[in-house]
């Protein structure tokens, strides 16, 4: 029976520690943007710039210089 007490304080403990970190976070701002952090996958990306064209390397000449 004596285990039994043990394992309920202990659960309890544990329990209290969870509850205790939940509102801390809560407190802490980490929940505040929960909708736009879930929708954020969904946007486009703006990618990388453009690579130039043909036209415009032809513009510039030759890469190497010579």
Do not use: C, K, T, W
């Not at 980490?30 to 043909?54: C, N, T």
């Amino acid at each position: 029976m004596d285990v039994v007490l043990i394992l309920v304080f202990i659960s309890l403990v544990l329990v209290a520690i969870a509850v205790a970190f939940f509102v801390s976070r809560l407190r802490g701002g980490d929940f505040d943007h929960g909708a736009r952090l879930s929708l954020l996958p969904l946007e486009d990306d703006a990618g990388p710039e453009a690579a130039p064209s043909a036209v415009e390397q032809r513009e510039e000449g030759p890469a190497h210089g010579s």
